[in-house]
């Protein structure tokens, strides 16, 4: 029992299931899954969506499997981006799973859950009692199995973004859209269906090998068909990177005062949610357009929380997800590619002038450190900042604010013997002399040992 529940302790995290296939998660442990979350739930109908990556389709099955034999009904959406999951959990107000992977080849798997409505099931909201399930007995069969509902959602879900942004009466713009090999290729056609978008297809074919792997540059495809703009999704459509008419990446802060700027349009003075690692630009952005900018912890729970809380029109997190008020709290990448055709459609300005001035303070990138006790390196940077001058909180991790507009955050990594550190200043001389106090203070504590 010791070594089940071990193996339950490993794969099961602060906001889903995730382990290496077949090592760590196997058909056997996503059964497991599916009978422990219908069990959870007491649902009569849980939906059940995957990714196209490798064996995802064969625990997508394994968990439905799970589901049916604790007498629930499983409604099989197929293959479908987290957004569609996110769709049709709340649309139907039903519970949902969905079977996905980590970037790149050989990322681990994992199943994402929520509950009906399209609310995230994460540790504190459930996720601990599949952790106990999963450890313990495997469950007694049901007398009477639920059925299987074949329910393919694509163009429902596509027709449902498209609601929530007006194309109507935009000029001619042709999107260059990278695939890599995954879901995109069969969401982004549908969502991006209208007559004057255009799509130009990169790497659609689905390919295993090579889903999800870089090798190509998108900004000399843009620049070579003359398209206004340049997606790439990552293999599934969690992530989008966007470049510009002149093939200039578009960094995140800059989607996000433009995307912020539009819902503020619709709902004058609402509030705007930000991971606190989010740029100043974009919150400066958010406050010239009208709202009001709330911080929050990272992550997806902490964000769609404060969201629903506080009635806000729209969220951000400094990695690239866009979350939306009218899409249940929850990110869609392609959602807020429609709005960023929306606007170059509407507007008939290039991209690079619409996102220009969003990306003015010098950034560290999030940048990671080993050390062998997260919780003692926060404590020690937080008494070397004490008296600096830095205006300290402890939101997540330890972030100081300086009144020149210069600031940092170190995070502990969760699960690892790692933190993470971001700092952004005024001038690139500033941020670095920041940078290097900051990790002055944790190679001390990491040497010290």
């Known amino acids: 029992m010791s070594e089940v529940r071990g193996a339950a302790e490993r794969i099961v995290g602060a906001h889903g299931i995730r382990g290496r296939v077949p090592q760590e998660l196997d058909p056997g442990g996503a059964y497991r899954t599916g009978a422990a979350f219908a069990l959870l739930t007491g649902a009569p109908v849980i939906a059940v969506a995957h990714d196209l990556r490798g064996c995802s389709p064969a625990l997508a099955d394994a968990f439905a499997q799970g589901v049916l034999d604790q007498g629930a009904d499983a409604l099989d959406a197929g ?207 958010v406050e010239e357009a009208g709202g009001i900018p709330l911080r929050s912890r990272v992550g997806r729970a902490a964000i769609r929380s404060l969201m629903a809380e506080q009635g806000a029109a729209f969220g951000a997190a400094h990695s690239g997800r866009y979350y939306f008020r009218d899409f249940w709290c929850a990110d869609s990448a392609m959602l807020a590619a429609l709005h960023l055709v929306a606007e170059v459609g509407e507007t008939g300005r290039g991209l690079s002038e619409l996102t220009a001035g969003h990306d003015r303070y010098p950034r560290s990138g999030e940048i990671g450190i080993r050390v062998e006790d997260p919780a003692a390196a926060l404590r020690r940077v937080a008494a070397y900042f004490a008296g600096s001058g830095a205006e300290l909180d402890h939101l997540d991790g330890v972030t100081g604010e300086f009144g020149d507009g210069s600031w940092f955050n170190v995070r502990a990594a969760r699960g690892a013997p790692l933190v993470r550190i971001h700092v952004e200043a005024e001038a690139p001389a500033a941020m670095e002399a920041l940078r290097d106090r900051v990790l002055a203070v944790l190679t001390a504590s990491a040497s010290a040992r």
Request: hydrophobic share 45%.
């Open 79 to 285: 293959p479908g981006p987290a957004d569609c999951l996110t769709y049709l959990s709340g649309y139907l107000e039903v519970p949902g799973a969905l079977v996905t992977a980590g970037r790149g080849p050989g990322a681990p798997h994992g199943i994402r859950l929520c509950r009906a409505g399209a609310v995230a099931v994460a540790e504190g909201t459930g996720l601990e009692a599949i952790r106990e399930r999963l450890a313990g007995p495997r469950p007694a069969l049901t007398g009477s199995p639920g059925s299987v509902v074949r329910a393919p959602v694509l163009d429902d879900y596509a027709g449902h973004l498209r609601s929530l942004v007006d194309l109507g009466g935009i000029r001619p713009v042709r999107v260059v859209v990278d695939a890599a090999h995954g879901i995109a290729a069969l969401t982004a056609p549908r969502a991006l269906h209208h007559p004057a978008v255009e799509v130009v297809p990169v790497r659609f074919a689905r390919d295993n090998g090579r889903a999800g792997q870089p090798g190509w540059d998108l900004g000399e495809r843009v620049r070579r068909c003359g398209a206004d703009l340049g997606l790439a999704f990552d293999e599934g459509a969690d992530r989008c990177r966007v470049v510009d008419e002149r093939g200039a990446a578009v960094p995140p802060t800059a989607v996000v005062a433009l995307v912020a700027a539009r819902e503020l349009a619709r709902r004058p003075g609402a509030a705007v949610v930000h991971d606190l690692i989010t740029s100043r630009a974009a919150i400066e952005a």
